[in-house]
């Protein structure tokens, strides 16, 4: 079955920086876009960041562009999330998400934490 397994998550202060991996497994990975996707205490789940099956095209959020970038290696399966310059607001269970058609799969999240 499809997985997506997130990891990379802590706790970091304003400014600093983290990286997010995504493990996929259970589908054909280079055949499918990828995103990332955060959710803060109170507030709606938000598109973070895509990336389109070979790599080539990138769209972000408006709030992270010019901070992250999101990559992927197809021979890892994997889609990755660097982010530079974290602030506050950046705090936020992260969460890798695909569409196969109409199936929907995300992984189970990571806990990003920025404060001083």
């Known amino acids: 079955q499809v997985q997506l397994v997130e990891s990379g998550g802590g706790s970091v202060q304003p400014g600093g920086s983290l990286r997010l991996s995504c493990v996929a497994s259970?589908?054909?990975?280079?055949?499918?876009?990828m995103s990332w996707y955060r959710q803060a205490p109170g507030k709606e789940r938000e598109l973070v960041a895509t990336?389109?099956?070979?790599?080539?095209?990138?769209n972000y959020a408006d709030s992270v562009k010019g901070r992250f970038t999101i990559s992927r290696d197809n021979a890892k399966n994997t889609v990755s999330l660097q982010m530079n310059s974290l602030k506050p607001e950046d705090t936020a269970v992260y969460y890798c998400?695909?569409?196969?058609?109409?199936?929907?799969?995300w992984g189970q999240g990571t806990q990003v934490t920025v404060s001083s």
């Open positions: 990336i389109n099956a070979g790599g080539g095209i990138t």
């Open positions: 998400k695909t569409n196969r058609g109409w199936n929907v799969h």
């Open positions: 259970g589908f054909t990975f280079s055949d499918y876009a």
